[in-house]
């Protein structure tokens, strides 16, 4: 049986990607910092272990790569989702908030990707590192959260480039909007408007619809893809200006 590690895998695209492992058989170490949604979400993935871990922090994430390690007996899988979101503007943006973003979202997925290196060379396994529409497409109050997520995308080609050797495929997946509890709180109406109109596809993505596209590059269908960007975003990336007038 396969094994996986997926990092903020309590809630949102994390939770929603160990469920459609689980049901294709894989077995999952759920792992958050927030150790009460771990335990929460526990139910919902039938066979998961709950591994409450900062992956900022490399003593906790070599103890975390362990456990899961003992626990599934092997690790084909990593899942470097875990991120945190705070905007403002470039000016209000303080070191303390910048090294915040950037050593979770950024420092998070190479501590994780190096402590798994051995497990994964073992298993000829497949990592895929969550970045997002902003770490490839600038927007305003994002100048911290935006960098990390570019960095993101570029970490994941230098993983790439190192690890193909061995067999070891790593991807990286860019969400657009998606519905999540926080983008419901944070996105007033004329916001979510404002998304629908420019995205081709004219709404926000569900959790499970991101979670499908990692499960894809995780998968042998995905065998000769390493090193590679998968938006899933309705199309928001790929468009510009205008699409708001032609669809009136």
């Known amino acids: 049986m396969k094994g996986a590690i997926i990092t ?6 994390g939770l929603a990607t160990a469920k459609l492992l ?7 170490a759920l792992v958050d ?4 949604a771990l335990q929460q979400a526990l139910p919902d993935v039938p066979g998961s272990i ?8 490399p003593e906790d994430v070599t103890r975390m790569v362990a456990e899961a390690k003992a626990a599934l007996g092997r690790i084909d899988g990593l899942v470097n989702n875990a991120g945190v979101a705070l905007f403002g503007p470039e000016a209000e943006t303080g070191f303390a908030m910048w090294r915040e973003v950037m050593a979770t979202n950024l420092d998070g997925v190479f501590l994780c990707s190096q402590a798994a290196r051995k497990a994964l060379f073992e298993s000829k396994g497949a990592v895929v590192n969550i970045a997002s529409i902003s770490g490839h497409r600038a927007s305003t109050l994002r100048v911290a959260y935006g960098t990390s997520k570019a960095g993101v995308i570029h970490l994941t080609k ?26 419901l709180a944070v996105h007033t109406p004329d916001i979510r408007a404002a998304y629908h109109d420019a995205i081709p596809l004219n709404r ?26 998968l938006s899933v975003d309705g199309g928001f990336e790929s468009t510009g ?8």
């Open 8 to 13: 903020g895998g309590a809630r949102g695209i």
């Open 22 to 28: 689980t049901a294709d058989g894989w077995k999952v």
């Open 33 to 36: 910092r927030d150790d009460a």
């Open 50 to 57: 709950a591994i409450s871990a900062d992956v900022s922090q």
């Open 158 to 183: 230098q993983f790439a480039a190192e690890w193909g050797e061995a067999g070891v495929r790593v991807n990286c997946v860019a969400p657009g909007p998606v519905d999540t509890k926080l983008a």
């Open 204 to 229: 926000y993505g569900k959790e499970e619809e991101i979670a499908q596209g990692i499960v894809f590059l995780l998968s042998e269908k995905a065998s000769y893809i390493t090193g590679q960007l």
């Open 241 to 248: 200006i205008g699409l708001p007038s032609l669809r009136g």
